[in-house]
């Protein structure tokens, strides 16, 4: 069980490039989730998926676009990346009676 | 809506010393808190849960923490650091009881261990 993965692990962009990461699954979770991380501001949660065809916005969607074709993927695209999109970003799963999460190792981003 | 809040950014101890990081919950009890750890340039991990069943909840590498409804805290702790323990932490709480309502994340602490 490879559990939640991402890649890239590292990635640096230029201003008003686009890009995917991408996060994969294979705990058969339902719910999938993406936060980016910044200094001082813990998880911010930026767009969530409860299944396959089913996503809705989060704390800070702007920028962000996602889609859920399957289970196993929840890709998360930067339209057209600025300096202010610079974090580290974790894709997580959730399961169980008791709402715990199962992060990935995180994608860091830089946008120049 | 759910918040939290972890009183200090930044926390020193010696190795050995008693380990106390802060969580405050907003005044409505979460049915779930949890404690989260993340290593340098690693992915979180969940320490522990409180899901109601008891107030005092044990965690990995002897972590533990107290849920006090009363001061709307579930602080952490751990009796002796270790060098192993440097890391940085996170307090959350779940705005529900299903998988597929939000977890509401703290700012985080960050603990050093001094040898």
């Known amino acids: 069980n490879a559990g939640v993965t991402q890649t890239p692990k590292f990635q640096v962009l230029k201003t008003g490039q686009s890009m995917t990461l991408q996060c994969a699954q294979d705990m058969n979770h339902e719910y999938m989730s993406w936060y980016r991380q910044d200094p001082g501001m813990g998880l911010r949660l930026i767009h969530y998926?409860?299944?396959?065809?089913?996503?809705d916005q989060g704390e800070v969607p702007n920028g962000y676009n996602v889609s859920r074709s399957t289970t196993e993927d929840f890709p998360l695209r930067l339209l057209s990346a600025a300096p202010s999109q610079t974090s580290v970003y974790f894709c997580a799963t959730t399961q169980g009676s008791y709402n715990e999460q199962f992060f990935g190792p995180g994608t860091r981003l830089t946008v120049l | 809506a759910q918040s939290v809040t972890q009183l200090g950014s930044h926390v020193s101890v010696s190795e050995g010393a008693l380990v106390l990081l802060r969580c405050n919950y907003s005044s409505s009890v979460p049915p779930y808190l949890f404690w989260y750890v993340q290593y340098p340039n690693q992915g979180l991990q969940l320490l522990l849960k409180?899901?109601?069943?008891?107030?005092l909840v044990k965690g990995i590498n002897g972590f533990e923490a107290e849920f006090k409804k009363s001061e709307t805290s579930f602080h952490l702790t751990k009796p002796s650091a270790h060098m192993s323990d440097a890391a940085e932490y996170f307090c959350?709480?779940?705005?529900?009881?299903?998988?597929?309502?939000?977890?509401?994340f703290g700012p985080g602490t960050s603990l050093s261990v001094i040898p």
């Open positions: 998926s409860v299944g396959a065809g089913i996503t």
């Open positions: 409180y899901t109601s069943a008891a107030t």
């Open positions: 959350a709480v779940s705005e529900g009881r299903t998988s597929y309502d939000k977890v509401i």
